[in-house]
Nanobody, 125 residues
């Protein structure tokens, strides 16, 4: 089992930045590819970004490319999402997820084994 706990969400104005964190515990964190997903009100959960289990490769959804940066610190069992130039359409609950030996091709919910409870991000215009 892998336990995931997100933090860092909040209410910000458009153009601001936020940094989300995901603290992992349980099994060896470095064996897991990690992803960020989000779910806006009335919409399905969607892929945001992924970093592979080795940590050298990343992939982003087109909607966040150039504004968001995913990173990980295996020594701290931490996953991060730096979100810059936030837009109102980024408003959603953000979830981190873990997939054993996950690669950057892991871009759908069914690719992931473990999920956090989510953290709310609200961007006002």
């Amino acid at each position: 089992q892998v336990q995931l706990v997100e933090s860092g969400g909040g209410l910000v104005q458009a153009g601001a930045s936020l940094r989300l964190s995901c603290a992992a515990s349980g099994r060896t964190f470095s064996n897991y590819g990690m992803g960020w997903f989000r779910q806006a009100p009335g919409k399905e959960r969607e892929f945001v970004a992924v970093i592979n289990w080795i940590g050298g490769s990343k992939y982003y959804a087109d909607s966040v490319k150039g504004r968001f940066t995913i990173s990980r610190d295996n020594a701290k069992n931490g996953l991060y999402l730096q979100m810059d130039s936030l837009k109102p359409e980024d408003t959603a609950i953000y979830y981190c997820a873990a997939a054993y030996r996950g690669t950057t091709f892991f871009r759908t919910e069914r690719d992931y084994d473990y999920w956090g409870q989510g953290t709310q991000v609200t961007v006002s215009s």
